[in-house]
């Protein structure tokens, strides 16, 4: 009889009518991700204090989970008995992280890894999630055991969402093992929304199979699946004007949020993590730390790095370009919001930049050849990058404007000046200068330079510039050099273009010194440049307004596909692996061209470019990070965003500044103001148009350029 009635159990499990129970027995935390997905799936969960307790009261043929509560700091501590008492009530059970695995072979201590992801290591989970699928698995602590035939392994490995060189050349390391009537995790699984795991999907379909495995139900529907952290709106929410002037809020309140603002208390932790500069990161601002005002300046942001607990670390770098560019997103959204608080701390950050060593020893000598220059960062002032100069002087000249004030106009000046007279005969002024170098030679050799370099990541913004002071003081070399590279660039496009990241950002840049072009000469030639490159970006524009990341040819990229998995993570990297993976870029492409856009649409008129611009301003505004428990990040946008998931997840091989990297600069300053200029139905050439900058230009060319005056 009693094998009549087990023949019929193991028939309608078979046939998905019948489950074990819907009981399910726990040794772990009531708040545990994992638990709290069960009971959404209408599993009753009944909690035992501790493994021995459960191996007493726990009935036959039940299911039972040992969650690793104290992970990573203690592994779960099991009576010796334990598996044999499994096997005798024939208990189906999940256990993770313990301290005792009998019959898996230990190679050692516990492991702490950053790289490396989860991969499935065969056919255990079906067609629906096959072998080399990554997932996303964040400071794991794995211990080190051997197995043949694990369900997922640890490796470092280069890809999107599958391994395309498999697991060659790394070590590996099982991370999810069968074991008797239950699965062994060598880490913590059960957390995966507190550890921000990813993809969801990859994740739903683990954790289906194993439930599935351990209790017969067949069918989830998710609808209790946790999420700590999630876009701001769904892919198909309506959106108002009142949601992106929230979001516009949200946007600038997080530097206050993240307290990336350095206050007078903790500078000494600053100096101590950002250190030399190669490798500025550490533990997140504790929250109880005071809020500078900006006269201390502005941290960077955040690192891709993400703690075990979900928690990130951050970049403790000062910068000059951030400290301009956070300067305009503050002006703009006082301006837009009617909050001029924020004006006092916008006018802060730019005069940290003249108070610090960012302009100040060579870079603040008439009689220098740096003179004018802004330095590259705190620790770095010695190096001059010409597209973070621009960046850096397009915000100061942008807050003054919000502001409506002409304080710096003759620091901008001398900036925009010492740029381009450290500009070659054609326009070009290759990527970076040293001082060194730049003393030794004197600005003129870089004047009468005769070099080529169509790289519009480092060059394009400046080339902008120099237009915008042609048009503010008829000062001819100014247009001359700009149109001459903007001619060779466009000659070369796209064969023999010089692209870092991928060729989507290098055509999101070019687009402002081509709407600009258009703004002081509109000839039919400028318009059609412009439109090539406008209408090449917007190929890849999706229906959600997202922008589609493409690497260019391999022979130009600066940083093209991960080649290998060894080097998975040891430079800079695109966020694809190959071109149509559907993936956004906020820190080098969307950003861009959202001001770009906005810039080239009020030049033209053009009825295409501004239903893109605005299609992107939604896509913006959606994917804004949203969370209560991660206050830090709540109103960041990531530097990462995978439009067909709607979540944020890519290639994290990028060694400093991956997929959740967050940029108070570059990404969250060019999106919050922008967005104010489209509130505002207003181009930043329109918000400019009355600057005084003006009045210093003839002193300055006579200080500056002599005979070439």
């Not at 001619?487 to 055509?507: F, H, S, V």
Request: charge should be negative; proline fraction near 5%; include cysteine.
């Amino acid at each position: 009889m009693r094998k009549s009635c087990f023949l019929l159990l193991f028939f309608l499990v078979l046939n998905g009518s019948y489950s074990f129970g819907q009981v399910i027995y726990v040794v772990g935390s009531p708040d545990t991700d994992l638990v709290g997905w069960l009971s959404g799936e209408g599993f009753e969960l009944e909690f035992y204090p501790d493994p021995e307790a459960a191996m007493e009261g726990i009935p036959p043929e039940a299911t039972l989970l040992l969650l690793a509560d104290q992970y990573p700091s203690s592994r779960v501590q099991l009576p010796e008995e334990f598996f044999q008492v499994m096997n005798d009530k024939h208990i189906r059970y999940y256990l993770e992280y313990p301290e005792d695995i009998p019959g898996l072979k230990s190679q050692g201590q516990v492991m702490q890894t950053r790289l490396e992801r989860g991969v499935v290591a065969g056919d255990h989970f079906g067609e629906s999630l096959p072998a080399m699928r990554i997932l996303g698995i964040n400071d794991c602590h794995v211990i080190p055991v051997e197995n043949a035939d694990p369900l997922l392994v640890l490796a470092k490995v280069a890809g999107l969402d599958i391994a395309p060189y498999g697991l060659e050349g790394v070590p590996v390391h099982p991370l999810l093992v069968s074991k008797g009537s239950g699965f062994v995790s060598l880490t913590k699984l059960s957390d995966f929304a507190k550890g921000r795991y990813g993809p969801q999907e990859h994740w739903k379909k683990v954790w289906a199979h194993l439930i599935t495995q351990l209790t017969g139900k067949q069918e989830f529907s998710f609808s209790n699946w946790p999420r700590y952290l999630e876009p701001a709106f769904d892919q198909g929410t309506l959106l108002t004007r009142a949601d992106k002037e929230n979001s516009v809020k949200n946007g600038v309140d997080w530097f206050s949020k993240g307290k990336f603002f350095i206050h007078p208390d903790w500078k000494d932790r600053w100096l101590r993590y950002q250190g030399d500069g190669t490798n500025p990161v550490g533990p997140p601002v504790p929250r109880h730390f005071p809020i500078g005002d900006g006269s201390d300046g502005l941290l960077e942001g955040h690192s891709s790095n993400i703690y075990f607990d979900g928690s990130q670390q951050y970049r403790y770098w000062i910068r000059a370009d951030v400290q301009g560019e956070g300067a305009f997103a503050l002006a703009a959204a006082g301006s837009l919001l009617d909050q001029p608080e924020h004006f006092s701390t916008s006018k802060n950050l730019v005069n940290f930049i003249f108070n610090e060593n960012l302009r100040k020893g060579p870079r603040n000598h008439p009689d220098s050849a740096a003179f004018g220059l802004i330095g590259w960062s705190h620790t770095h002032p010695h190096v001059y990058y010409g597209d973070d100069n621009a960046r850096a002087i397009l915000g100061i000249l942008g807050a003054m404007a919000f502001m409506e004030k002409d304080t710096w106009n003759q620091e901008m000046a001398e900036a925009i000046l010492a740029n381009f007279r450290t500009t070659g005969k054609q326009g070009f002024r290759i990527n970076r200068i040293e001082n060194k170098d730049l003393q030794r030679l004197g600005w003129k050799h870089y004047w009468n330079r005769d070099l080529v370099n169509p790289a519009p990541h480092f060059e394009s913004w400046m080339w902008a510039l120099y237009l915008w002071l042609y048009d503010k003081t008829g000062y001819e070399p100014l247009l001359e050099k700009a149109k001459s590279a903007i001619k060779i660039t466009m000659e070369a496009y796209p064969e023999e273009w010089l692209w870092t990241n991928g060729i989507q950002q290098e055509r999101a840049r070019m687009i402002l010194p081509l709407a600009w072009l258009v703004r002081v000469e509109d000839t039919a030639e400028h318009r059609a440049w412009l439109d090539r490159i406008v209408s090449k970006l917007l190929e890849n524009q999706m229906e959600s307004g997202a922008i589609r990341e493409e690497l260019g040819g391999n022979d130009k990229g600066r940083y093209g596909r991960t080649r290998s998995n060894q080097e998975y993570g040891l430079h800079e990297a695109p966020l694809i692996f190959e071109n149509g993976d559907p993936i956004a870029d906020m820190l080098y492409t969307s950003n861009f061209a959202f001001f770009s856009l906005n810039e080239a649409a009020h030049a033209t008129g053009n009825p295409e470019y501004e239903a893109a611009l605005l299609k992107l301003s939604d896509f913006l505004t959606r994917i804004q990070v949203k969370s209560d428990r991660f206050e830090d990040i709540d109103g960041a946008w990531f530097r990462a965003f995978d439009f067909e998931r709607w979540e944020f997840w890519a290639s994290n091989a990028d060694v400093g500044w991956g997929a959740w990297g967050t940029l108070t600069g570059w990404t969250q300053s060019w999106i919050v103001a922008t967005q104010v200029l489209v509130l505002k139905d207003q181009s930043y050439w329109e918000l400019t148009q009355d600057s005084k900058i003006n009045r210093h230009m003839e002193d300055r060319l006579e200080l500056m350029l002599e005979e070439y005056k």
